[in-house]
């Protein structure tokens, strides 16, 4: 076994006991940095495969601002976890079909390099050699061409989990102070101001 064997395995065992920790973990903290750790081996794979780009954006933008404020976010808000939780096992065979379907999927991709190994060599669009261009230019030319859709799909998604994380954590609370914008514009010059005949030298009282 080569030292590049010794760590590609080395990352991905620790990647995948990160992200077998990032699920079972109660504590919301403890979560969030398994999945720190499990983005930084990832990268460590991408940089061993030659993807400098992939593995620098996943440090960089993952790492050191998503999940950072992520944190934050977690440690600062009162958010009630085990309020949340509650009522996880109704939604438990959506969850289970979810996981079959991907278990599916992942028998049927490893069933295809066991029955057809020459699958691999078929790509119908011949990615251009190194020399020629950089992952960057290669990452950025099949992303923003071809797969344009399923890029904008999976922004649209995001789109949707993050609004569907913001209804399910938001709280009205009757004693927290709002700002009403509707009613700080309709308000008349009566309702905003009012002028009082002062006398002289005795002030005005509240």
Do not use: W
Request: glycine share 6%.
């Amino acid at each position: 076994m080569t030292i590049a064997s010794l760590f590609f395995y080395l990352f991905a065992v620790v990647m995948v006991a990160s992200a077998l920790m990032v699920i079972s973990s109660r504590n919301p903290v403890h979560s969030v940095l398994f999945l720190i750790l499990a983005f930084l081996n990832g990268a460590g794979i991408f940089m061993m495969t030659g993807a400098e780009f992939l593995a620098l954006i996943l440090i960089v933008v993952y790492v050191g601002a998503v999940l950072v404020l992520f944190l934050f976010v977690v440690m600062m808000l009162d958010v009630d976890f085990a309020e949340l939780r509650q009522g996880v096992m109704q939604y438990l065979p959506v969850g289970a079909l979810v996981g079959v379907v991907l278990l599916v999927e992942l028998i049927l991709v490893l069933g295809a390099y066991t029955l057809a190994p020459t699958v691999a060599d078929q790509v119908v669009v011949p990615i251009p050699p190194p020399t020629e261009i950089s992952n960057t230019e290669a990452l950025g030319l099949v992303l923003y061409t071809r797969y344009a859709f399923y890029f904008q799909v999976c922004g649209l998604i995001l789109l949707v989990a993050m609004i569907g994380a913001i209804v399910l954590t938001l709280r009205h609370r009757e004693i927290a102070k709002r700002q009403n914008i509707g009613a700080q514009v309709q308000r008349t010059r009566e309702e905003s101001i009012e002028v009082r005949d002062v006398a002289s030298g005795r002030g005005l009282q509240l």
